[in-house]
Nanobody, 115 residues
């Protein structure tokens, strides 16, 4: 079992930046992939960015070049640095990980981009 807790969401103006953090605990030694998804009101949950234990990253086209995902070496934390935020980035952001057998999700943190 893995537990994930996000932090760092909030209200930011268009063009601003935010950094999301996710603390992982439990059986983290099994984790293969960590990442971030987001869900806007009335829409499905979509992948934002993922990172493997080997350090390979993958981004949604809509955030490529603006968002950066990273982890600490121990896989205790996964971060999402978001720059040049746009109103369409407004959503609940969920931390995610996969340990080879199951998906795990955090409770979500709200990001609102508005002037």
């Amino acid at each position: 079992q893995v537990q994930l807790v996000e932090s760092g969401g909030g209200l930011v103006q268009p063009g601003g930046s935010l950094r999301l953090s996710c603390a992982a605990s439990g059986s983290i030694f099994r984790i293969y992939t960590m990442g971030w998804y987001r869900q806007a009101p009335g829409k499905q949950r979509d992948r934002v960015a993922t990172i493997t234990t080997a350090g390979s990253t993958n981004y949604a086209d809509s955030v490529q070049g603006r968002f950066t995902i990273s982890t600490d070496n121990a896989k205790n934390w996964v971060f999402l640095q978001m720059r040049n935020l746009k109103p369409e980035d407004t959503a609940v952001y969920y931390c995610y990980c996969f340990d080879g057998r199951a998906d795990y999700w955090g409770q979500g943190t709200q990001v609102t981009v508005s002037s």
